[in-house]
């Protein structure tokens, strides 16, 4: 079965085209913005236009712009193939890759990453099962580093946190769609809805007034 992994939630621009396991195509660049514009050409631009019987998607946290463009192409690219669409977790996929990477160790794995209003989403991972350690969280770098004192950090935020912190080693990663068979059946699975990890920037009308 073939699948087509999306992933636009970090400035990564991260696309896999799976047979099963094995990686007929893929593409990885850095882009920061533009990805609105970047994703649909660069998807038909794989073999067969990236045709799959399934797609994944990034479903954050993340980029609030990135990940509802991952999710609306995906969306849309399944009904007009008619597959299914699921999710996956940007925390959880570098947590895989961090694992895969490194010399076996009994260490959580924590993931850092920019985030908004300059705060950062952070979670850690058990480094057996990638099982989660605690709930996805926000939080600003002076508060994350009284938090966290895993030695080692990963992700886009990681020389933030370490920077605030003071101490400790950066290991900086962004997601990568290549990666994706790392994940475990239920982390591949995430119902394709939006994980923001934190308030949407803006507010109903109604909602602004309330809080005036």
Do not use: N
């Amino acid at each position: 079965m073939r699948t087509l992994v999306i992933d636009c939630a970090t400035p990564a621009l991260s696309l896999a085209l799976f047979d099963d396991k094995s990686c007929l195509a893929s593409r990885h660049a850095v882009l920061g913005r533009g990805h609105a514009e970047a994703l649909i050409p660069q998807i038909a631009e794989m073999l067969g236009g990236g045709r799959a019987d399934a797609i994944a998607v990034d479903v954050g946290p993340g980029s609030f712009t990135g990940i509802r463009v991952g999710l609306a192409a995906a969306r849309a690219l399944g009904f007009a193939w008619g597959v299914p669409v699921s999710g996956f977790g940007c925390l959880s996929l570098c947590a895989a890759m961090i694992r895969q990477s490194r010399p076996p160790a009994d260490d959580p794995i924590a993931i850092v990453m920019i985030g908004g209003h300059g705060e950062l989403f952070w979670q850690r991972f058990d480094a057996a099962g990638l099982a989660p350690l605690g709930p996805l969280a926000s939080t600003a770098p002076e508060a994350l580093a009284t938090l966290l004192d895993d030695p080692v950090v990963h992700g886009s935020g990681a020389e933030t946190l370490i920077a605030a912190r003071g101490w400790g080693e950066a290991a900086p990663c962004l997601p990568d769609a290549r990666a994706f068979p790392l994940l475990s059946e239920a982390e591949a699975t995430l119902p394709p809805v939006a994980l923001y990890g934190r308030e949407a920037d803006a507010k109903p009308m109604a909602a602004r007034e309330a809080g005036a």
